[in-house]
C-alpha cells in the first residue's frame, strides 16, 4: 500500500498532538501533587484578658406563697351566709362566713343575766353586812353575826367572778360563727355553702394565700453555701427570677435551710419577689439566678475557645510566627460565654473558632471582616485582629 505525503503529514500532527496532551496532563498532575494541602487554617482569635467575674449560680425554682391559712370552723355549726366569691382578694379582718349562732346567743344572754342577779345578791350582801357592822359597834349583835354577814360577801363576789367569766367564755363561742381572714391574700375554692355543716376536723371551707410579695423555693449546690454566706453576711442576697412568659424579677434571700439534702447535695433556700402585678403563681417553675462570689484577677477567654477532649480540657494558642499550639487548662467557671481559666496568662491570644480542623503546629491566618459588619460604607465596621 503506498503512503501518499498527505496522508504522512497528517498522521505526524495527530501523533504531536497527541504527545502535547499526554505531556500537559502528566505536569499538571506533578504539579497538583506536589502542592500542599490545605497550607494555611483561616481562624478567629482573641486575647485572654484578666478581670474579675462573678460567679452565677443557676437552679430551677418553685413559686410557693409566702403565707397559705386553712379556714376551719373552730366549733361544728351550720353555715348560714358565704360572704366572698372563689378567687377573690380578701383583706385581714374581712368577714367570710357566718355560722348559725342562735344557740350561741341565747348562752350569752343566760350567762349576762345570771351576771346581773350575783351583783344583785353581792350588794344586798354588802349593806347587810354594813347595817351588822353599825350594829355591832353598838353592842347590840354578836361578832358572829357580822363574820357570817361578811363570809356572805366574800362568796358571792367569787360567784360573780365565775359568772363573768361564764358569759365572757359565752361571748368568745359567739364570735366563734363569725369566720374572718386572718391574712390579705387571695382565697381558693370554696367547699361549703349555705346550709353545709362544717367541722373542725373537715376539708378547709377555703384556703388563703399571699401571694404579695411571694416565695420561690430552689436549692443549690452545698459547695456554694460557704461563700454566699461569706458573700452576704447579713444573709440578704439578691436573686433574680427568670420567668417563663419572657422577662424577670429581682428578689432578696430570706431562708437557707439548717440542713442539706444528703442524697442530692444540695440545700433549700427561698426568696421573696414583689408581685404587684401577679406575674407569678403559686405553683409554677421558673429559673432563679445568684452570684455566689467574685472571683479578682480572672483570666477569661471566650467559652467557644476551650476545646474539651476525653480527658482534659484545652485552649489553641496563636505563636509569634502565626502557628498553633495546643495548651492544657482548667476551667474555673463558665458564665455569659465567658469561661474562668487557669494555665494561660492575660494577653495570650487564643483561637476561638476554627478549632475544629487545627492540629499543633498548624499554619493560620486571621478571618477577614465581611462586608456586611463594615457598614454601607466600608467604615465604623467589626476590625478583623492584626494579621
Known amino acids: 500500500m503506498r503512503v501518499t505525503s498527505k496522508q504522512f503529514l497528517i498522521a505526524a500532527i495527530l501523533l504531536a498532538a497527541g504527545a502535547g496532551i499526554y505531556f500537559a496532563l502528566n505536569s499538571k498532575s506533578d504539579t497538583s501533587a506536589r502542592q500542599p494541602r490545605n497550607p494555611v487554617q483561616v481562624i478567629r482569635s482573641g486575647v485572654a484578658q484578666q478581670k474579675s467575674i462573678p460567679i452565677t449560680v443557676y437552679a430551677n425554682g418553685t413559686v410557693t406563697a409566702f403565707n397559705t391559712v386553712d379556714v376551719r370552723p ?17 383583706r385581714a379582718g374581712q368577714l367570710l362566713f357566718t355560722l348559725d349562732q342562735r344557740n350561741d346567743t341565747s348562752n350569752v344572754d343566760k350567762a349576762q343575766a345570771q351576771v346581773a342577779r350575783d351583783r344583785a345578791d353581792l ?20 361578832e358572829a353575826v357580822v363574820d357570817t354577814a361578811r363570809n356572805k360577801v366574800d362568796a358571792l363576789r367569787g360567784t360573780l367572778k365565775a359568772d363573768q367569766a361564764a358569759a365572757q367564755s359565752s361571748n368568745v363561742v359567739l364570735s366563734y360563727n363569725q369566720i374572718t381572714a386572718s391574712i390579705s391574700g387571695r382565697i381558693g375554692a370554696i367547699t361549703v355553702h349555705p346550709g353545709s355543716l362544717a ?39 439578691p436573686v433574680v427570677a427568670q420567668l417563663a412568659g419572657g422577662g424577670q424579677v429581682e428578689g432578696k434571700l430570706v431562708f ?29 417553675f421558673v429559673n432563679v439566678s445568684l452570684v455566689s462570689r467574685t472571683l479578682s484577677n480572672a483570666v477569661v477567654v471566650p467559652a467557644q475557645a476551650v476545646v474539651t477532649g476525653p480527658v482534659e480540657k484545652s485552649v489553641y494558642v496563636v505563636q509569634p510566627d502565626e502557628t498553633v499550639k ?55 465596621g467589626k476590625k478583623s485582629a492584626p494579621q
Do not use: C
Not at 78 to 88: L, S
Not at 261 to 284: L, V
Open 74 to 90: 373552730q366549733v361544728q355549726n351550720i353555715v348560714r351566709a358565704v360572704h366572698v366569691n372563689e378567687g377573690q382578694e380578701v
Open 199 to 237: 367541722q373542725p376536723s373537715s376539708t378547709p371551707m377555703v384556703t388563703i394565700s399571699q401571694i404579695d410579695p411571694i416565695a420561690v423555693a430552689f436549692a443549690v449546690p452545698e459547695r456554694e453555701l460557704t461563700y454566699i454566706v461569706a458573700t452576704y453576711p447579713k444573709g440578704d442576697a
Open 256 to 284: 437557707i435551710d439548717n440542713t442539706s439534702d444528703t442524697q442530692t447535695g444540695t440545700i433549700r433556700m427561698k426568696a421573696e419577689f414583689p408581685n404587684k402585678d401577679r406575674k407569678m403563681w403559686p405553683g409554677t
Open 326 to 380: 495546643m495548651q492544657k487548662i482548667e476551667v474555673v467557671t463558665i458564665d455569659n460565654g465567658q469561661a474562668a481559666v487557669s494555665g494561660i496568662a492575660a494577653g495570650t491570644r487564643v483561637v476561638i473558632e476554627g478549632t475544629q480542623n487545627l492540629r499543633p503546629g498548624a499554619k493560620v491566618k486571621e478571618m477577614q471582616a465581611t462586608p456586611a459588619a463594615t457598614g454601607k460604607n466600608g467604615k465604623g
Open 123 to 142: 350588794a344586798d350582801a354588802e349593806n347587810t353586812l354594813k347595817r351588822n357592822q353599825e350594829l355591832f359597834a353598838k353592842k347590840f349583835v354578836a
